[in-house]
């Protein structure tokens, strides 16, 4: 129960954060910081705990986000109502794409760019279609009410992306305890041995991917009502599966609290870089390269590798 116990001390922490801090920036930090340990976790569930290496987790990203602008501009649905559809559009798309690939045998590099290919398909066609906004994109109009899931302040953001984190969080140490989790991780390590040992192959990675979907799609959703705008490239450029990836696996894939390690590495070093290089713009991407190299090379199982196996 260990994990469970820290997961509960670092939500009670972030929690009292804007009771002792007044400064928008350092909100503004956290709250990101949170955001992208979220579809990180996403990502690490398929491609961490499965061995599913996907390029395309935008896909999802930008379902849950469009979802959640077309529900609430186009049909006048409320934001909290308009949620649960998001995500369970997320998992829809996971679970078609799983539906697709898995069931021919692809893997590896085939299944990442299949993903890729996917998340493009979807970029042209938000690009296209006017419910969509077309290459416009839709901006939600501004109702500054916690009923209407958009707050007058950053807190009620933060406490917003907190409970999706912590969320993430918990299914991750499912996943590390479950009888689920363990034919996950079985899949992971060798799927031809572990069809021989009884387990579904395609129903396991078909549930994983679908999973991840949902959780990839609330990103999407908070990134819609915190900013109150998305586009085609926003929702599904390269910028967001890269984003989820890179914190993952700097964090360590497979972990509970790896994702939340490199969200935590990649925001530090970020506005560190930004502060100490104003006029080098792009040079934290530089060091964004530099850093995945050593961790791949050094830290092969990432920066939670360094706290044990329970990390």
Same mark, same amino acid.
């Given at each position: 129960?260990?994990?469970?116990?820290?997961?509960?001390?670092?939500? +009670?922490? @972030?929690a009292l954060l804007p009771a002792v801090v007044e400064?928008?920036? @350092?909100? &503004?930090?956290?709250?990101?910081?949170?955001?992208?340990?979220?579809? !990180? =976790?996403? #990502? &690490? $569930?398929l491609g961490g705990f499965g061995g599913q290496f996907s390029f395309g987790h935008a896909v999802f990203f930008g379902t849950?986000?469009?979802?959640?602008?077309?529900l609430q501009v186009k049909l006048g649905l409320n934001a909290w109502l308009a949620l649960p559809v998001a995500l369970t559009l997320g998992a829809a798309v996971g679970a078609m794409i799983g539906a697709l690939?898995?069931?021919y045998g692809l893997r590896g590099s085939y299944f990442a760019l299949v993903t890729l290919?996917?998340?493009e398909v979807f970029r042209i066609l938000a690009n296209t279609f006017q419910?969509? +906004? !077309?290459?416009? +994109?839709? =901006?939600?109009?501004?109702?500054?009410?916690?009923?209407?899931? =958009?707050?007058?302040?950053k807190p009620g953001?933060?406490?917003? $992306?907190?409970?999706?984190?912590?969320?993430?969080?918990?299914?991750? #140490?499912w996943l590390k305890h479950s009888r689920y989790g363990a034919w996950l991780q079985a899949v992971r390590d060798n799927e031809d041995s572990a069809a021989a040992l009884g387990v579904d192959v395609f129903r396991v990675k078909l549930a994983a991917i679908a999973l991840s979907g949902a959780l990839m799609s609330a990103g999407g959703a908070f990134y819609l009502q915190y900013f109150r705008y998305v586009d085609p490239h926003i929702a599904y450029g390269p910028a967001i599966s890269v984003e989820a990836l890179l914190a993952a696996i700097v964090g360590g894939m497979g972990t509970i609290f790896g994702p939340l390690l490199g969200a935590l590495v990649l925001h530090g070093l970020g506005e560190a870089t930004r502060s100490l290089m104003q006029n080098a713009p792009g040079i934290n991407l530089v060091i964004y390269g530099v850093l995945l190299v050593l961790i791949v090379m050094f830290l092969p199982r990432g920066i939670a590798g360094l706290f044990?196996?329970?990390a």
């Open positions: 129960m260990r994990p469970l116990a820290l997961i509960a001390g670092l939500a +009670g922490a @972030v400064s928008g920036f @350092v909100l &503004n930090m956290a709250i990101m910081t949170l955001y992208t340990a979220l579809i !990180a =976790q996403a #990502w &690490n $569930i849950g986000a469009y979802a959640m602008a077309v690939t898995f069931r290919a996917f998340a419910f969509t +906004g !077309a290459g416009v +994109g839709i =901006q939600i109009p501004l109702r500054e009410s916690a009923a209407d899931l =958009q707050f007058a302040g953001f933060l406490f917003a $992306i907190l409970a999706l984190t912590v969320a993430s969080l918990v299914i991750a #140490w044990g196996r329970k």
